[in-house]
């Protein structure tokens, strides 16, 4: 395989490092070298960072002025050469050389070079000169051999623009035109991510997710596709397939295996196999107790065994949630406390432990005056209808 692309995580956390350099500090400063070729100095090369611009002079030389402190990437371009950038730091009120050398040497102009410089802004996140650069490979290089890698580049970086139509047009056409180029696969990954998370259109994302695992079996990326795909069947409803997709991503190890074996727990509880999905929500925590999911993952235990009437132990899943998350939350926030607490009332009652089951109602509106459901629902009116529901019937 070729070279591949960053993960979208990574590249949005290196995306928020670049901007974070180039707003820290309030100071300014400038910048200054000279830009050569192989012969010497180069005049008229459009010299690019910190929101200046300029050009060289007949000596190659240059001077940014006025540049935001902190880290600042700077392009230079030329029609007749390949692209350069360079990281540079601004001091705050010093003129500072762009690099140790003072000397940008700019690349002759060829296929090769271009498509490394391609390589390298994709890599740094700079999408938009990704496709405006690709756009000029593909118009001076129709028949490149490297034009299907310079058509992933720019349908890739579509896709981290956000503009997913235009991603799986490009991607598409690459991906049918050079199905054994070394970036092929990564193509079909990212088509299929056009259609499950820029349009959400599951049903046609599982069949570009399985055209992966099919296509591309030696794949880096068939394990994740195979979790996203697991994904794209269950917000479609189809739990029995969606188990299968987590079920074959959880042989693939990893971080990849870790969040299969919890969606593919949930899927059991959709599917009202409760005994099953509890063995493994409780495998979950076992094998991760200190994870963002662990908590509903014990939560989730309790939930199950409670579906399946087995209530001593759902008893003690609902305590054990409490005892080791006390502070765990869901997705949005709402402490998973108060309903884990309000679930180990219901065992108590089941067990017919009714004093222990009002107590533990009392203790709820005690603690957690303003406990919610996951889905931001009142919590609390729950809690007191078992409360008054006990006082006339029971105690």
Same mark, same amino acid.
């Given at each position: 395989?070729?070279?591949?692309?960053?993960?979208?995580?990574?590249?949005?956390?290196?995306?928020?490092?670049?901007?974070?350099?180039?707003?820290?500090?309030?100071?300014?400063?400038?910048?200054?070298?000279?830009?050569?070729?192989?012969?010497?100095?180069?005049?008229?090369?459009?010299?690019?960072?910190?929101?200046?611009?300029?050009?060289?002079?007949?000596?190659?030389?240059?001077?940014?002025?006025?540049?935001?402190?902190?880290?600042?990437?700077?392009?230079?371009?030329?029609?007749?050469?390949?692209?350069?950038?360079?990281?540079?730091?601004?001091?705050?009120?010093?003129?500072?050389?762009?690099?140790?050398?003072?000397?940008?040497?700019?690349?002759?102009?060829?296929?090769?070079?271009?498509?490394?410089?391609?390589?390298?802004?994709?890599?740094?996140?700079?999408?938009?000169?990704?496709?405006?650069?690709?756009?000029?490979?593909?118009?001076?290089?129709?028949?490149?051999?490297?034009?299907?890698?310079?058509?992933?580049?720019?349908?890739?970086?579509?896709?981290?623009?956000?503009?997913?139509?235009?991603?799986?047009?490009?991607?598409?056409?690459?991906?049918?035109?050079?199905?054994?180029?070394?970036?092929?696969?990564?193509?079909?990954?990212?088509?299929?991510?056009?259609?499950?998370?820029?349009?959400?259109?599951?049903?046609?994302?599982?069949?570009?997710?399985?055209?992966?695992?099919?296509?591309?079996?030696?794949?880096?990326?068939?394990?994740? /596709? *195979?979790?996203?795909? #697991?994904? %794209?069947?269950?917000? @479609? !409803?189809?739990?029995?397939? &969606?188990?299968?997709? $987590?079920?074959?991503?959880?042989?693939?190890?990893?971080?990849?295996?870790?969040?299969?074996?919890?969606?593919?727990?949930?899927?059991?509880?959709?599917?009202?196999?409760?005994?099953?999905?509890?063995?493994?929500?409780?495998?979950?925590?076992?094998?991760?107790?200190?994870?963002?999911?662990?908590?509903?993952?014990?939560?989730?235990?309790?939930?199950?065994?409670?579906?399946?009437?087995?209530?001593?132990?759902?008893?003690?899943?609902?305590?054990?949630?409490?005892?080791?998350?006390?502070?765990?939350?869901?997705?949005?926030?709402?402490?998973?406390?108060?309903? /884990? *607490?309000?679930?180990? #009332?219901? %065992?108590?009652?089941? @067990? !017919?432990?009714?004093?222990? &089951?009002?107590?533990? $109602?009392?203790?709820?509106?005690?603690?957690?005056?303003?406990?919610?459901?996951?889905?931001?629902?009142?919590?609390?009116?729950?809690?007191?209808?078992?409360?008054?529901?006990?006082?006339?019937?029971?105690?």
């Amino acid at each position: 395989m070729g070279r591949k692309a960053l993960p979208f995580a990574v590249l949005a956390v290196l995306s928020l490092v670049l901007l974070a350099g180039c707003l820290r500090g309030g100071g300014r400063g400038n910048l200054t070298g000279e830009v050569w070729d192989a012969q010497g100095p180069v005049s008229g090369v459009l010299v690019e960072g910190g929101g200046k611009s300029v050009l060289t002079g007949s000596d190659g030389r240059f001077l940014l002025e006025d540049l935001p402190a902190g880290r600042q990437y700077v392009f230079f371009s030329h029609a007749s050469y390949t692209g350069a950038v360079v990281a540079a730091d601004v001091a705050d009120g010093e003129t500072k050389s762009i690099n140790p050398e003072g000397r940008v040497v700019l690349a002759e102009r060829n296929e090769d070079n271009l498509k490394e410089y391609l390589l390298t802004l994709y890599e740094l996140g700079f999408y938009e000169r990704v496709v405006r650069g690709s756009e000029d490979f593909l118009l001076s290089y129709p028949q490149s051999p490297l034009a299907p890698s310079i058509l992933f580049l720019q349908g890739a970086s579509f896709f981290y623009l956000g503009e997913y139509r235009k991603a799986v047009t490009v991607l598409g056409a690459m991906v049918a035109g050079a199905p054994q180029d070394p970036f092929a696969d990564d193509a079909q990954y990212l088509l299929a991510r056009c259609y499950s998370e820029g349009l959400r259109d599951f049903s046609q994302a599982v069949g570009e997710y399985r055209k992966l695992v099919e296509r591309y079996p030696e794949s880096e990326f068939v394990g994740q /596709a *195979l979790y996203e795909m #697991g994904d %794209c069947y269950y917000i @479609l !409803g189809a739990f029995r397939d &969606a188990l299968a997709s $987590y079920e074959e991503a959880m042989a693939f190890g990893g971080e990849v295996a870790r969040k299969a074996l919890y969606s593919s727990a949930h899927c059991l509880y959709r599917m009202e196999f409760y005994n099953r999905a509890a063995a493994r929500f409780l495998e979950y925590v076992a094998q991760y107790p200190a994870t963002d999911l662990s908590d509903d993952a014990q939560y989730f235990a309790g939930a199950s065994l409670y579906k399946a009437s087995r209530f001593a132990e759902a008893l003690q899943a609902f305590e054990d949630c409490v005892r080791l998350y006390p502070e765990g939350k869901w997705y949005n926030g709402i402490l998973i406390a108060p309903a /884990a *607490l309000f679930h180990k #009332g219901l %065992c108590l009652e089941k @067990l !017919g432990r009714y004093l222990e &089951a009002y107590n533990t $109602y009392l203790d709820i509106i005690r603690r957690y005056p303003g406990a919610k459901w996951a889905d931001g629902s009142s919590l609390i009116q729950n809690v007191q209808f078992r409360i008054d529901w006990l006082r006339k019937y029971v105690l």
